[in-house]
């Protein structure tokens, strides 16, 4: 009898061991989820207590989640310690902007929140984005170094994006994920059309997989043509997909879901395989243009791609011109530096394309090995408008004139609009007005014309020599 007494004791002091241990393994647990342990901050369930409290007391709130896009290139280019520096800044930054008022908290990987009581205008929540994104981009000192910071922000109103934690962190996180999409520096409000633009963009993924396994993409050719001479001097390469039983899928859908999967590394290698391909059927002298997606840079592969693609053409390397726009350049600047230099070092030609558009900075043009300016159409499209338009393409001629670097212009589509970019000093153009994209069949007919007509009449008219060659 007295052994079983022991027995059963010794039980019940083992369960009740054993129930302290998961409970503070549980407890444990949840406080992780509530306290990030490298920043100190709230974690989502924390941050999710401090917004139901705040509309629990009345108080309307703007909050805002920041992805500090840089923070991926800082930790692969440098290591983990120099990823806890910024991360560490980053709550130290955001604890200063919330003030005594506000809550912090540490979403998840590089996604930080802020909830700023008392804003419900939409206006001043912006302002007081901007203010914060520009406040945590300043670059973070490291062993020496100053590290850049790009960031991207979301913004969702209470009540009027949710009335409760739940709905508005869902919210905020379709907001987030549709600025992540865009260059750096992007803010986005919640709204329902966001949310089935998501759903559009997942739906596409599966597409580009069937369309890289199945060959289904395509290239159209987009003409050049040099305003002096009059010559047709190459084509831009524009990738399209026709997907059975969906037709025509937009390049402005389809490009930002490839970036966001890393598709868009193959999808380049191809593109730029298949204009080269296509373009030594033609005499040397016509170049074929490329774009080039931000996220390839980032694969560390470019370079070594491009170099196999031309040597195994044998596609001479002068004839094919590598398009980036300004947002690359905003990311780690030494290595896009590195990248596109050791890319003009294989023989290809860089060039910045949409110049004045959203970043344009002067140092880019001394910074970086360009070797032309590509206008943005939207200078063309707004000229009418806004007769400083014609002042300020002037001034973009005048520039590039100076630092020796010829200038294309796209959307040209008036025979007027060809008259003016040619008489401010504009060496190339490209728009609807001289030739729409093609097929590849189209393409090599458009170059044959090119050839008979400058042996055969040498002083035609422009507009008589387009009408002919389109």
């Known amino acids: 009898m007295n052994e079983m007494l022991i027995y059963f004791f010794v039980g019940v002091i083992a369960a009740s061991l054993l129930g302290l241990r998961t409970l503070y393994a549980e407890r444990a647990l949840r406080s992780m989820r509530q306290i990030d342990s490298v920043t100190g901050l709230q974690g989502r369930e924390g941050f999710a207590k401090a917004i139901d409290r705040l509309l629990a007391a009345g108080k309307p709130c703007a909050i805002v989640a920041l992805d500090v896009s840089s923070l991926r290139a800082i930790t692969e280019t440098h290591d983990w310690e120099a990823g806890d520096t910024v991360l560490r800044e980053m709550a130290r930054r955001l604890g200063l902007a919330a003030g005594r008022r506000g809550s912090t908290a540490r979403l998840a990987g590089t996604d930080f929140a802020i909830a700023l009581p008392g804003i419900t205008d939409a206006l001043i929540a912006s302002t007081a984005a901007r203010r914060l994104m520009t406040d945590l981009e300043q670059p973070v000192s490291w062993n020496g170094q100053q590290l850049r910071l790009t960031v991207n922000a979301g913004i969702a109103l209470a009540p009027k994006d949710g009335t409760n934690a739940a709905s508005?962190?869902?919210?905020?996180?379709?907001?987030?994920?549709?600025?992540?999409?865009?260059?750096?520096?992007t803010l986005c409000f919640h709204d329902a059309r966001v949310e089935d633009e998501l759903a559009k963009r997942r739906a596409t993924e599966p597409m580009i997989r069937d369309a890289l396994a199945k060959q289904l993409f395509s290239l159209?050719?987009?003409?050049?043509?040099?305003?002096?001479?009059?010559?047709?001097?190459?084509?831009?390469?524009?990738?399209?997909?026709?997907?059975?039983?969906?037709?025509?899928?937009?390049?402005?859908?389809?490009?930002?879901?490839?970036?966001?999967?890393?598709?868009?590394?193959?999808?380049?290698?191809w593109t730029v395989a298949e204009a080269c391909r296509t373009a030594l059927n033609w005499p040397d002298e016509y170049k074929i243009a490329v774009n080039l997606s931000p996220v390839q840079f980032r694969s560390g592969s470019l370079?070594?791609?491009?170099?196999?693609?031309?040597?195994?053409?044998?596609?001479?390397?002068?004839?094919?011109e590598l398009e980036v726009t300004e947002g690359l350049l905003l990311e780690d600047t030494d290595y896009v530096k590195t990248q596109l230099t050791a890319l003009e070092e294989t023989g290809v030609r860089i060039v910045l394309d949409d110049f004045g558009t959203g970043y344009s900075s002067l140092s880019y043009l001394w910074q970086f090995p360009f070797r032309k300016l590509k206008i943005d159409q939207s200078f063309l499209r707004n000229m009418?408008?806004?007769?400083?338009?014609?002042?300020?393409?002037?001034?973009?001629?005048?520039?590039?004139?100076?630092?020796?670097?010829?200038?294309?212009?796209?959307?040209?589509?008036?025979?007027?609009?060809?008259?003016?970019?040619?008489?401010?000093?504009?060496?190339?153009?490209?728009?609807?007005?001289?030739?729409?994209?093609?097929?590849?069949?189209?393409?090599?007919?458009?170059?044959?014309?090119?050839?008979?007509?400058?042996?055969?009449?040498?002083?035609?008219?422009?507009?008589?020599?387009?009408?002919?060659a389109s």
């Open 303 to 320: 370079n070594s791609s491009i170099r196999d693609t031309l040597q195994a053409l044998q596609f001479p390397a002068y004839r094919l």
């Open 220 to 269: 159209a050719y987009q003409p050049v043509f040099e305003l002096g001479s009059r010559r047709l001097k190459g084509f831009e390469a524009l990738l399209r997909l026709n997907y059975p039983g969906h037709g025509n899928v937009s390049p402005a859908v389809l490009i930002p879901v490839a970036e966001e999967t890393g598709l868009i590394n193959a999808i380049g290698a």
């Open 384 to 468: 009418e408008a806004n007769p400083q338009v014609v002042g300020i393409l002037r001034a973009i001629v005048a520039l590039a004139r100076s630092l020796g670097l010829p200038v294309t212009v796209e959307g040209v589509e008036t025979l007027e609009q060809a008259d003016l970019m040619r008489s401010l000093g504009c060496d190339e153009a490209q728009g609807y007005h001289l030739g729409r994209p093609m097929s590849q069949t189209e393409a090599a007919a458009l170059v044959l014309r090119d050839l008979a007509a400058r042996a055969s009449a040498p002083d035609m008219e422009w507009h008589n020599r387009i009408a002919a």
């Open 168 to 185: 508005l962190l869902h919210a905020l996180s379709t907001t987030l994920a549709a600025a992540k999409k865009e260059r750096p520096g």
